[in-house]
């Protein structure tokens, strides 16, 4: 059995700056494919079609308009009932079947929940017990619930593969409704 080569300090310093040189200047197509974004759809029910997705940290998220109506898509918190400044997107309507939809696009760094709602259908109310939920406003028309949902930002691939079969697509055909 040979014995292994002992290196000087300064060459095995040398190779590692090497090595780590080599791998922060490394051609884009040798990094792993960016996750694909995630779509959660909006129509003239009022709510979010895919109202609970999962994403990777860093993996967008795409809110889709395919209403004539315009929404919000603002994030907070439901311990505090603080609204957050980065989390809030406004998406304009769209004028009909077959035209350009609005969108807006979001990522999260860090693993966690997300809540968000649309401030055009539902209003944040303080629950008993001190948590703060959106509750559909009485005003707007839909279904019964608020227009809301969440997104849980993980690594977990059990939850990623749950998303629903409609958050892979951008445009769901006859899904327009004003």
């Known amino acids: 059995m040979h014995p292994l080569p002992r290196l000087r300090p300064h060459t095995a310093l040398a190779a590692a700056v090497t ?8 051609p884009a197509s040798l990094a792993a494919p ?10 003239g029910a009022n709510m979010f079609l895919e109202n ?16 004539t109506g315009d929404h919000t898509i603002i994030g907070y918190d439901p311990l505090d ?17 077959g035209h350009a939809v609005s969108t807006y696009t979001i990522a ?17 109310m303080k629950e008993p017990g ?11 028309h839909g279904f019964g619930d608020p227009m809301a949902g969440l997104i849980i930002v993980t690594n977990d691939k059990r939850l990623l593969r749950d998303n629903p079969p409609t958050s892979r697509e951008k445009i769901l055909p006859d899904y327009f409704g004003g």
Do not use: I, W
Not at 52 to 67: H, I, L
Not at 81 to 97: E, H, L, N, Q, W
């Open 19 to 26: 090595t780590a040189t080599a791998l922060l200047f490394a």
């Open 34 to 43: 960016a996750a694909p974004p995630v779509y959660v759809h909006m129509n």
């Open 52 to 67: 609970v997705v999962a994403v990777r940290p860093g993996q967008k998220v795409v809110f889709v308009n395919e209403d």
């Open 81 to 97: 009932g603080k609204t957050s400044k980065r989390f809030d997107g406004d998406v304009t309507g769209t004028p009909g079947a």
């Open 108 to 124: 999260f760094a860090h693993t966690g929940l997300q809540f968000y709602y649309c401030s055009v259908h539902a209003e944040l």
């Open 130 to 140: 001190g948590r703060t939920m959106p509750k559909k406003r009485p005003t707007v």
